[in-house]
């Protein structure tokens, strides 16, 4: 168990927690440091200082945006944004409308497949003016009796190649990168190994990630294989990115618990060392 936790959902996305109660159930299991990086939105983001004000606990604003990437998806968290930057609220606005448009499609489909009114039950369970993502309704559908786990649920109906599955053309990397950057944020490719890309197309992305702009990549959580970890830092390394963790935690199970993972490894440069973030650690050693 580690205390710095740079990636989490709430019910502003597809987490099953209010802000509130994440922020508190992070207190409570020992985290200092955590980002609330739901996805295309900040508008958890008031709620949780709220809730983290007076704590010991250093809120990191944050946001975990996607991306379309060599016609695939990937997502990028932005960590130290501007909540009042007008470039981030036009992010939000941009990519408000590809969810709300792909979510009523997907809600659509999945209708007509025996989930009554899908698209209005995702939207009942989650905040209000919540960003839909295929997480809120791969839980409808294994709450709904469609599947005998989330993950299931996910992979029966919601993955590239099945019948809900919407292609929505998020933006590009470069530019995502340059809303997040003009946003005052720092970027970071989220969970490199949940890709499924070969090593030599990971390593393109890289390439291009890093001339885009981006700085950072998530080495340890974020549901990747420990076994994993060693390449990752390899590439960390290679690439000159500082290092990233965090454990994506959208709900209580068995996995993703805050701040699941170990430290990072001593040879690699902290994301905390990053001078635009680095403030919000002043009390981390
Ligand atoms: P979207 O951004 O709408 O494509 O949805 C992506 C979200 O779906 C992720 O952030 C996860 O919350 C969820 N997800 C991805 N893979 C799985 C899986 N295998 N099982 C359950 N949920 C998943
Ligand atoms: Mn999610
Ligand atoms: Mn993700
Ligand atoms: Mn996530």
């Not at 932005?78 to 969810?99: A, M, W, Y």
């Not at 791969?138 to 809900?164: C, H, T």
């Not at 499924?196 to 080495?219: H, P, Y």
Request: glycine content about 8%.
């Amino acid at each position: 168990m580690f205390p710095v936790d740079l990636h989490t959902h709430s019910k502003a996305s597809d987490g099953a927690l209010t802000p509130t109660d994440l922020v508190l159930k992070a207190i409570n299991e020992g985290i200092t440091h955590l980002a609330l990086t739901d996805h295309d939105t900040i508008l958890g983001l008031h709620e949780a200082f709220i809730a983290a004000t007076g704590t010991n606990l250093t809120l990191i604003p944050g946001i975990e945006a996607s991306c379309t990437w060599n016609h695939e998806q990937i997502h990028i968290v932005g960590l130290g944004i501007d909540l009042n930057s007008t470039k981030l609220q036009e992010f939000c606005s941009i990519h408000k409308v590809k969810r709300e448009e792909r979510a009523s499609k997907i809600g659509y489909i999945l209708s007509r497949i025996g989930f009554d009114n899908a698209y209005e039950e995702a939207k009942k369970r989650a905040g209000v003016g919540a960003s839909i993502t295929r997480g809120n309704y791969a839980r409808l559908i294994f709450e709904m009796g469609g599947a005998v786990s989330v993950d299931d649920a996910f992979n029966k109906y919601l993955k590239r190649g099945k019948r809900a599955y919407v292609v929505t053309n998020w933006l590009s990397l470069q530019e995502v990168i340059d809303y997040i950057n003009k946003a005052g944020g720092i970027a970071i490719l989220a969970h490199p190994r949940r890709y499924t890309f070969t090593n030599r197309k990971l390593r393109k992305l890289l390439d291009e990630f890093k001339q885009s702009g981006g700085v950072g990549m998530e080495i340890n959580g974020c549901q990747q294989r420990d076994c994993d970890r060693q390449y990752l830092n390899d590439l960390a390394k290679k690439y000159e990115l500082y290092a990233s963790l965090g454990s994506d935690f959208h709900a209580d199970g068995a996995y993703r618990s805050l701040g699941g993972y170990p430290s990072l490894d001593d040879s690699l440069v902290k994301i905390w060392e990053h001078e635009k973030i680095n403030p919000y650690f002043k009390n981390f050693s």
